[in-house]
T-cell receptor
Framework: AQSVSQHNHHVILSEAASLELGCNYS??????LFWYVQYPGQHLQLLLK??????LVKGIKGFEAEFIKSKFSFNLRKPSVQWSDTAEYFC?????????FGPGTSLSVIP | EAGVAQSPRYKIIEKRQSVAFWCNPI?????LYWYQQILGQGPKLLIQ????????DSQLPKDRFSAERLKGVDSTLKIQPAKLEDSAVYLC?????????????FGPGTRLTVL
């Protein structure tokens, strides 16, 4: 069955630390990849997306993600997190017009 | 630009009761999605509409869930009768045309608690 996994359920970092959230998927064909973020009390919103071309994708608020096709991965990174990055992060994969979300990673940034 | 609107924001019902959720997508968006998000999990697509036609309802429990999008604008999702396991946040999203390059815009969700 098609699935999306996220390596960590909950991550706690201090401000200025670097962030990497893992995402792996099990689709074999062409995929589109997304990272969504949900800040406390707010709607889900798109952070960044990959459709084709350069596998290193830059998104809003200093986030980036790298698509590694051979590893079926799309990890999210940020070199220096801020307290305002505290949120729930969801990886999502679209294949054959179906979008599957991962279970999410809760990020807490300590001032 | 107004976002995706959903109501109610919270609903508490007892099992076997019925409940309905309403969604008004962003103006001009042809595609509308309903997702179920159980606590600790990612959103799961229940149904996708393109205008007023159903594109995908493969994960909709059709024995108890129904959805409609009359006139291709706003939509209603109904659960009848509700079960304890239906407790979740129900998210509505919309996108311009529903193609693979489209961005989905999400509403605030309706948090359903079934007692």
């Amino acid at each position: 069955a098609q699935s999306v996994s996220q390596h960590n359920h909950h991550v706690i970092l201090s401000e200025a630390a670097s962030l990497e959230l893992g995402c792996n998927y099990s689709y074999g064909g062409t995929v589109n990849l997304f990272w969504y973020v949900q800040y406390p009390g707010q709607h889900l919103q798109l952070l960044l997306k990959y459709f084709s071309g350069d596998p290193l994708v830059k998104g809003i608020k200093g986030f980036e993600a790298e698509f590694i096709k051979s590893k079926f991965s799309f990890n999210l990174r940020k070199p220096s997190v801020q307290w305002s990055d505290t949120a729930e992060y969801f990886c999502a994969v679209r294949s054959y017009d179906k979008v599957i979300f991962g279970p999410g990673t809760s990020l807490s940034v300590i001032p | 630009e107004a976002g995706v609107a959903q109501s109610p924001r919270y609903k508490i019902i007892e099992k076997r009761q019925s409940v309905a959720f309403w969604c008004n997508p962003i103006s001009g968006h042809a595609t509308l999605y309903w997702y179920q998000q159980i606590l600790g999990q990612g959103p799961k697509l229940l149904i996708q509409f393109q205008n007023n036609g159903v594109v995908d309802d493969s994960q909709l429990p059709k024995d108890r869930f129904s959805a409609e999008r009359l006139k291709g604008v706003d939509s209603t999702l109904k659960i009848q009768p509700a079960k304890l396991e239906d407790s979740a946040v129900y998210l509505c999203a919309s996108s311009l045309v529903g193609s693979y390059i489209d961005e989905q815009f999400f509403g605030p969700g309706t948090r359903l608690t079934v007692l």
